[in-house]
């Protein structure tokens, strides 16, 4: 039996997509780059494919193979955007099949088996070993998608004040003296991790900041 292809994106889907792609575009494309610059090394096109069909598995979504399989067929290598058009197959496939609400929770549940725990909808950390030794706080932004900025900025907010309340009363952190974490939202929007309280470095997409800075601005204000 020939496999027909799904026939949104419309209207809804369609808008749907946009707003994945707004999201998740960059990200997605970051997490498969190795899969294209094995390709461009040893020029094994199905391979590429095959390696972009396991990053379903990743996503926890391999029902969704065929359809992206589909997709990636009308893809030539020859094309010069096609690793542009293989990311947008990889999301349309999204979009066509699962709620925003569900690739946000498919993003929560896969950054909990990385080992961050969750601050707020809009933060996660894990504890890290710094290269000089000692320990730090990594940061991490999970997928969401919030109706406003607003409600993102609020969000953050509440981790942090939720981060500065873990690292007070859990005597285990003791000797964590810095927050850290690196996203390109620190480079397109520096303002606002600056405003935050963080020091950001536009270049690496540093955001850092120290222990005492956390308890001052984010801390139960009678028990720094």
Same mark, same amino acid.
């Given at each position: 039996?020939? #496999?027909?292809?799904? %026939? *949104? ?7 749907? #997509?946009?707003?994945? &792609? ?11 780059? *190795?899969?294209?610059?094995?390709? &461009?090394?040893? /020029? ?6 095959? @390696? ?21 067929? !009308?893809?030539? *290598? =020859?094309?010069?955007?096609?690793? %542009? ?23 929560? %549940?896969?950054?909990? +088996?990385? /080992?961050?725990?969750?601050?707020? &909808? ?27 900025? &607003?409600? =993102?900025?609020?969000?953050? %907010?509440?981790?942090?004040? $939720? ?10 952190? !003791? ?5 850290? /974490? ?16 963080? +020091? ?5 997409? $540093? ?6 800075? @956390? ?10």
């Amino acid at each position: 039996m020939e #496999f027909k292809e799904p %026939q *949104p994106p419309e209207n809804d889907v369609r808008k749907k #997509f946009i707003e994945i &792609r707004r999201r998740l575009f960059e990200k997605t494309l970051h997490e498969i780059s *190795p899969y294209f610059n094995f390709y &461009r090394e040893k /020029g094994d096109y199905e391979k590429l494919k095959k @390696l972009l069909l396991e990053y379903l598995d990743e996503k926890g979504v391999p029902e969704l193979k065929d359809q992206l399989s589909f997709k990636l067929s !009308a893809i030539s *290598p =020859a094309d010069d955007k096609m690793d %542009q058009k293989m990311v947008d197959a990889i999301l349309e496939v999204l979009a066509e099949n699962l709620t925003l609400e569900e690739i946000e929770e498919g993003s929560k %549940q896969s950054i909990a +088996e990385k /080992g961050y725990k969750l601050l707020s &909808r809009a933060l996660s950390y894990q504890i890290t070993n710094q290269h000089g030794g000692g320990r730090e706080v990594n940061l991490h932004i999970p997928t969401n998608f919030f109706n406003t900025s &607003r409600e =993102a900025i609020q969000s953050i %907010q509440e981790g942090l004040r $939720n981060l500065a309340i873990v690292l007070k009363n859990d005597a285990d952190l !003791a000797d964590i003296k810095e927050i850290f /974490g690196v996203s390109k939202l620190v480079i397109n929007n520096p303002r606002l991790f600056k405003s935050l309280g963080f +020091e950001v470095d536009t270049e690496s997409g $540093n955001a850092l900041m120290s222990r005492e800075r @956390l308890l001052d601005l984010y801390g139960p204000k009678d028990e720094k």
